[in-house]
């Protein structure tokens, strides 16, 4: 490699520097004895032969391979100014690949100033300047820093792949990220790089994992890198990290009693602690936020929260039904319930959710009947729907949430009928429902239905009817228990 190769020894310079005059001798004006020969002084030590001799050559025809050497001397001695305009000129002639060979002879020590020199002169170039031509320019100093300090220099590193992904070059700046990441995999920076790239490519899977791995390693840094974004780009940002939150939250509770243990729960609150930092005015961050309190069963943490943000009684019906699951942690089920019910016609995959934030002994004895039966009263027409409409208009939905709240908690849920359709008029829609999968001859179906109507209304004298008729009909290997 470049970068390894050591400067020729004394004893070896001297040799190329006799062989390089005699080939000067033999092939006057010749470029390629001349340069050989600056080389060899240069190795020598003799850095103002070769410094004159180059400079000769220059005057006469200025060359990417001359300009190169010229620019390592002029830092070499010190010329700063006119080692920047050489380089300049080096790379507006658009060949620096005269650099490689260069470097197998350049010490360690040029090669230290040549990278500094040249990621120095980017940032001055950046500094304040956005046009496409200004970043190009930065481009090029960067890759000769990268390239003169064989592949190891991060900061350029970093730096081209910003300016590559301003380019809209983002497949090339995701290169760059990957570069740096493959020799330190905990870099933040890089990973928020790459992950914000991976944004502007939509491409949502490897920018939510990018964000997550720097979130482990240094979680406000990459709040201040959200942050830095355009509000477009940080808002998507955010939506891809609270539904992933959302989906390990809802697996989490599915495989885990609630309250769920703290190391279950840890990438959640990182993610929900970075959305409320990043968006301190979007309510949905701290909904999530007590969503995942009430998970590991910090109820009182989740009601300050509620009570802090959305007050004692919110409007927003969501987080009304939060202060529903804290009633039913403090076992009062009846305004629990009552809290519950206002998300249950609109969001029923909400109502779903947040019963599972409660103890297996919590779910049963009230929310889970109330709730159900409050949904299938709204779509049997409890309210606005006018009293004619019911015998047309009646989902079959709505008597399935009948049927789950019965068999969460029968004596609950009979309860929860009387106060409202009331049980004769349940067990009409129940009577409804099975003369017309009766008359479809769905059998079964209707049985179903005519137990839990009975259920309703035990006393019945139609759907008894239609029970023993149906049990008279199912023969053959389809037997109704």
Not at 25 to 53: H, N, S
Not at 61 to 84: S, T
Not at 246 to 266: F, K
Not at 390 to 410: G, N
Request: hydrophobic share 40%.
């Amino acid at each position: 490699a470049v970068h390894r190769s050591p400067v020729l020894p004394f004893r070896s310079a001297v040799g190329v520097h006799t062989l390089a005059l005699l080939l000067m001798e033999l092939q006057p004006g010749a470029d390629g004895p001349q340069i050989l020969t600056a080389d060899a002084l240069y190795q020598l030590g003799r850095v103002e032969e070769a410094y004159r001799l180059l400079l000769n050559i220059e005057h006469t025809a200025p060359r990417p391979p001359i300009l190169a050497r010229l620019a390592i001397l002029q830092l070499h001695r010190g010329f700063l100014y006119d080692a920047y305009q050489l380089l300049k000129k080096l790379i507006n002639s658009g060949d620096t690949s005269c650099l490689w060979p260069l470097l197998s002879v350049t010490s360690l020590q040029d090669r230290a100033l040549l990278e500094k020199h040249c990621h120095t002169a980017s940032k001055r170039i950046l500094c304040g300047q956005q046009a496409e031509s200004a970043i190009r320019e930065a481009v090029a100093y960067l890759s000769i820093a990268i390239m003169t300090s064989g592949n190891e220099a991060i900061d350029s590193l970093l730096e081209r792949a910003r300016c590559y992904a301003l380019l809209g070059q983002w497949k090339t700046a995701i290169f760059d990220f990957t570069a740096i990441l493959k020799e330190h995999p905990d870099h933040v920076q890089a990973l928020c790089g790459r992950g914000f790239t991976y944004l502007m490519l939509n491409q949502q899977k490897e920018c939510t994992l990018d964000i997550l791995v720097a979130l482990q390693r240094g979680a406000e840094e990459v709040t201040q890198s959200m942050l830095s974004l355009k509000d477009k780009a940080r808002k998507l940002v955010s939506e891809w990290l609270a539904q992933h939150c959302r989906s390990s939250l809802s697996e989490t509770l599915s495989a885990n009693p609630v309250p769920c243990r703290e190391e279950l729960l840890q990438e959640a609150f990182m993610i929900g602690g970075a959305l409320m930092n990043t968006d301190c005015r979007e309510p949905r961050w701290y909904l999530l936020y007590i969503d995942i309190l009430l998970a590991k069963g910090e109820v009182n943490a989740a009601g300050t929260h509620l009570k802090q943000v959305f007050g004692q009684e919110p409007r927003d019906a969501t987080a009304k039904a939060r202060w529903g699951v804290v009633k039913a942690w403090q076992q009062n089920y009846k305004v629990a319930a009552n809290y519950l019910s206002v998300v249950a016609e609109k969001e029923p995959a909400t109502l779903d959710f947040l019963i599972t934030l409660l103890q297996l002994v919590q779910r049963k004895p009230y929310p889970g009947p109330q709730c159900r039966w409050q949904r299938g009263e709204k779509g049997l027409g409890r309210g606005p729907l006018p009293q004619r409409q019911l015998s047309c208009c009646v989902p079959t939905k709505s008597l399935a949430y009948f049927s789950q709240a019965l068999d969460l908690h029968e004596e609950q849920a009979l309860l929860c009928v009387e106060a409202g359709l009331g049980t004769q008029r349940l067990a009409e829609m129940f009577l409804r429902f099975v003369l017309q999968n009766y008359g479809q001859q769905k059998l079964e179906k209707a049985w179903l239905l005519t137990e839990t109507g009975l259920k309703v209304d035990s006393s019945h004298v139609e759907l008894r009817r239609l029970r023993a008729r149906i049990k008279r009909e199912v023969s053959g290997p389809c037997t109704v228990h």
